[in-house]
């Protein structure tokens, strides 16, 4: 099984609304990215908007041919919108609107009756979801009773530590997909891995079904080009 490349098209878009028109073309980038052989697109409208539009949610949706990923907080209009437009996957984060980038994942224990019901009316609408989280064991088997398919590991401490000491970043990440594979929930990640710290977070941990990536792939692109980062990424996912 090789891990599936979701990319994350945020950045795309921030560049696109640093000039108010259309260059680059969010659509045709997520298009190109699918031709580059990208297994999924990515994407997080915020409230403000200040990335990825509603609009460009509603357009991506019938132009895509691989897995959509919309993350975000669930509330009234995220829901609204995602059980719309009916996406392969949602992946919740917990995140308020003001923050620069998720920067936590869910309190699975304090949020569960929360959870429960979003997760149960995105099921109801054949989503699947995907939570984002920490690598506490206690919020990882809490996780299943929220009813969600999947849990995504928060990679961030992982990438800064890998730095350090990619021994010990890593420790705590194996244990968690231990325990995730345990329990039943399939194990995404993302949040900072790039290519110099993918290879080795995919080849150490077991069941890692999907990354979503995008800050450091569209950062590299602006050096390597699109469609080799792209190349380049799904070349470090391979066994
Ligand atoms: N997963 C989640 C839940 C995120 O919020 C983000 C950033 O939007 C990512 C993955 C991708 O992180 P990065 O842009 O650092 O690759």
Known sequence: MMT????????IATLRNARGGNMPNVL??????????????????RPDERHIRYQDVYDLKPALSTEFNIEGYP????????LEILPAQVTLVPDPPEVLTSNA????????AFLTDVIGRLKAAGIRTSIFIETDEKMIRNAIKTGADRVELY?????????????EAIKPFVEAAIVANEVGLGLNAGHDLSLENLKYFADHIPGLLEVSIGHALISEALYLGLENTVQLYLNKLRK
Request: aromatic share 10%; glycine share 6%.
């Open 4 to 11: 599936k490349l979701s990319v994350n098209i945020n950045k």
């Open 28 to 45: 045709q980038a997520a298009l190109d990215l699918e031709r580059f052989g990208a297994q999924g697109i990515t994407v997080h409208p």
């Open 75 to 82: 509330n009234k209009a995220f829901l609204d919108l995602v």
């Open 105 to 112: 994942g869910w309190d699975t224990i304090k949020h569960q």
């Open 155 to 167: 990679t961030e401490s992982y990438a800064s530590n890998y730095l350090i000491n990619k021994e």
